[in-house]
C-alpha cells in the first residue's frame, strides 16, 4: 500500500494515474484530497474534467468546475473546459458570465474562448456575432489544427449565411 504523505503528493499521484489512464485510482484520490481538504481547487478541477469526459456525469462535472472557478478565479485552465460544458448543456446565461471572466485572467487560451463564443453565436443563428468572434479567435490562435478549425467555421457561417439568402420570384402577367 502506497502511502502519502501530503496532499499535493496525493495530487499529483492521482494526476499521474489519470495520465496512464487508470480512471478509477485517480477519482479515488481526488475524491480523498475532497473529502479531507474541500478547497482544494485543483482537485475539483480535475474531478470535473473525469465526470465530463470520462463519466459523463455533466452535473457533477458543472459542480466541480464551478467549485474550482469561485475558489481560484485566477487558475486559467478551468475556463476552456467549464465553458466547453456549459455550451454543451445549454446554458446561455453562466456561458456569457464566465467567459467574460476568461477574457480577463492571465494564461487563459484567448482563441479558445472566443472559439466557443463562436460556436455559441453560431448556434443562435447570429450570424454576424459568431462571425466577429471566430474573427477574434483567428488573430488570438497559436496553434496550427486549431487555425483550421477556426478557418472551417468562418467558411461553414459564410455558408449558412448565404443559404439563409432567399430567392424570391414573382411571375408578372
Given at each position: ?5 501530503t ?10 494515474e489519470?495520465?496512464?489512464?487508470d480512471?478509477?485510482?485517480s477519482l ?7 473529502s479531507?481538504e474541500?478547497l ?11 465526470n465530463?469526459?470520462?463519466?459523463n ?5 458543472g459542480y466541480?468546475?464551478?467549485t474550482?472557478?469561485?475558489l ?6 478551468v ?11 445549454h ?7 464566465v ?6 485572467v492571465?494564461g ?6 472566443f472559439?466557443?463564443?463562436g460556436?455559441?453565436?453560431e448556434?443562435d443563428?447570429d ?7 471566430f474573427?477574434k479567435a483567428?488573430l ?8 483550421e478549425e477556426?478557418?472551417?467555421a ?10 439563409a439568402k ?5 411571375i408578372?402577367?
Amino acid at each position: 500500500m502506497e502511502t502519502y504523505y501530503t496532499i499535493e503528493e496525493k495530487y499529483l499521484q492521482a494526476v499521474e494515474e489519470l495520465k496512464y489512464g487508470d480512471t478509477p485510482k485517480s477519482l479515488q484520490l481526488l475524491n480523498e484530497i475532497i473529502s479531507n481538504e474541500p478547497l482544494h481547487a485543483r482537485a475539483h478541477y480535475q474531478l470535473g474534467k473525469i465526470n465530463y469526459y470520462d463519466l459523463n456525469d455533466y452535473n457533477a462535472a458543472g459542480y466541480h468546475f464551478k467549485t474550482c472557478n469561485e475558489l481560484a478565479p485566477g487558475f486559467p485552465d478551468v475556463y476552456f473546459h467549464y465553458l466547453h460544458l456549459l455550451l454543451f448543456l445549454h446554458m446561455n446565461k453562466q456561458f456569457e458570465a464566465v467567459s467574460k471572466k476568461a477574457l480577463s485572467v492571465p494564461g487563459v487560451n484567448l482563441a479558445s474562448v472566443f472559439q466557443l463564443t463562436g460556436l455559441l453565436a453560431e448556434r443562435d443563428k447570429d450570424w454576424k456575432e459568431a462571425t466577429n468572434n471566430f474573427r477574434k479567435a483567428f488573430l488570438e490562435v497559436t496553434d496550427k489544427s486549431q487555425k483550421e478549425e477556426i478557418e472551417e467555421a468562418l467558411k461553414r457561417i459564410s455558408e449558412k449565411v448565404n443559404q439563409a439568402k432567399s430567392f424570391h420570384y414573382t411571375i408578372i402577367e
